[in-house]
């Protein structure tokens, strides 16, 4: 049966017409679930970071809540370092790039090597407590650009503010089996028990070009990643910049010297 044009012109239209009202509603009906699994996997990478998780292991939603009853989030304005009770965000839902990118919440980043642009005000810092209710470890948040794309992470360090317990990256866009290598357990395995800082509270770790030696005779250098100097030399930027006064330096500062107090 030969139909018109006209027909053929309304039963596609119907059929995009109908397509896209399913393809939304999904989309908007699953927005929570979405928000719901990027908070859990944040969750997660910071377990991983602070070794309460072992880099591999897959963990429910319910063992994930479970762990991270012994992490506390804490608000610190970029700026200052100081802890705010009032900031306008929820640390459940709060993206560091979406807050970086608004303009009431972002600002144009100061100079730097890490490839920032624009900087969140606030930045949510997490404490890993003891069973005494004593801070263990502070996870801060890291990003920086590597070769292709804006790496996003955490850094667990002891609660001495130097030690290095560990490192994750929840997000990037590095070479898998190049830069994608940060991602790789071995590897990541390196940074535990090296110094973030020198003896003059300077930020010292770095990610050199080939091998460095045990963490106890070589604490402020890391093993390069092979056929990826450029995305090596992005994660040692984006250590300088979050250790140092522009980042979270004097948030560290001054929880080391609460510490003493
Ligand atoms: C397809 C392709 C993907 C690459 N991906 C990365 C990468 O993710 N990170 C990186 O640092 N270098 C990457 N490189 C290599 C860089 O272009 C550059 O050669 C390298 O960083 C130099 O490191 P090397 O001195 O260790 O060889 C890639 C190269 C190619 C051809």
């Known amino acids: 049966m030969q139909r018109s044009v006209g027909y053929i012109i309304m039963f596609a239209t119907l059929i995009c017409v109908v397509c896209a009202v399913l393809v939304s509603s999904a989309a908007v009906g699953l927005k929570d679930r979405q928000v719901e699994n990027q908070a859990l996997d944040k969750q997660l990478n910071i377990l991983r ?3 309460l998780a072992l880099p591999t292991e897959q963990l429910s939603r319910e063992e994930i809540q479970s762990r991270f009853a012994t992490v506390k989030a804490v608000v610190v304005e970029l700026q200052t370092g100081n802890v705010v009770e009032d900031a306008p965000i929820d640390v459940a839902t709060f ?15 100061p100079d730097n090597n890490a490839g ?8 949510v810092v997490y404490q890993v407590l003891g069973e005494d209710g004593g801070v263990q470890m502070v996870v801060i948040p890291i990003k920086g650009y590597g070769l292709w794309s804006t790496l996003y992470g955490f850094l667990a360090l002891d609660r001495d503010t130097t030690t290095i ?11 898998p089996g190049l830069g994608g290598e ?5 590897w990541k395995s390196m940074w535990t028990g090296r110094k973030a800082y020198d003896e003059n509270w300077a930020p010292a770790i770095t990610v050199i070009k080939g091998q460095a030696g045990p963490a106890s005779s070589d604490p402020y250098r890391v093993d390069g990643l092979s056929g990826a100097t450029i995305t090596s030399r992005g994660v040692s930027n984006m250590m300088e910049f979050w250790l140092g006064e522009n980042g979270l330096g004097p948030y560290l500062k001054a929880f080391r010297e609460g510490q003493k107090g």
Do not use: F, M, W
């Not at 993206?95 to 980043?109: E, F, I, M, R, T």
């Not at 920032?116 to 930045?123: E, F, G, M, N, T």
């Open 49 to 51: 970071a602070s070794g």
């Open 95 to 109: 993206s560091v790039q979406k807050a970086a990118g608004s303009p009431d919440l972002g600002y144009v980043a």
């Open 116 to 123: 920032i642009s624009r900087l969140s005000k606030y930045q």
């Open 165 to 175: 317990r560990g490192i994750t990256y929840y997000q990037h866009g590095e070479t």
């Open 182 to 186: 940060v991602d790789n357990p071995l």
